[in-house]
């Protein structure tokens, strides 16, 4: 479901895309840098849900990927769409992820796509 309204939201603005799927949120910050050297993006955006459990693994899984995607974006100057949700319950991570409901795709992709305009206004990006 967060996918569809990325989809959704690029596919409006004209972008193109490709899609790429890894099996955990902690990997998410080396995903995205084998991506970012590849020269190939103007942008990059990390989707995934960390749902808490019972241990403190949800406080290290989240702390650490939201510090290396934010560590990449701007260690390599790249707009990244940082589109980890970090929920209680299933419940929550459908409300926020469902096209129809609060539609956090849709808005991460709106502010990767309005980072990538920045960047280019700032001259940065041909």
Known sequence: MLFSGVETFLTKEGATYDRITISGAFELPLAMELL???GKYNGVIALGCVIRGE???????????SRGLANLSVDYMMPLGFGVLTVENK???IER???NKKNKGAEIANACVEMIKLKRSCKLVA
């Not at 241990?55 to 990927?65: F, I, M, N």
């Open 97 to 99: 992820a469902d096209p």
């Open 36 to 38: 970012i050297q590849t």
């Open 91 to 93: 419940q929550q991570a």
């Open 55 to 65: 241990t403190t693994h949800y406080d290290y899984v989240c702390g650490e990927a």
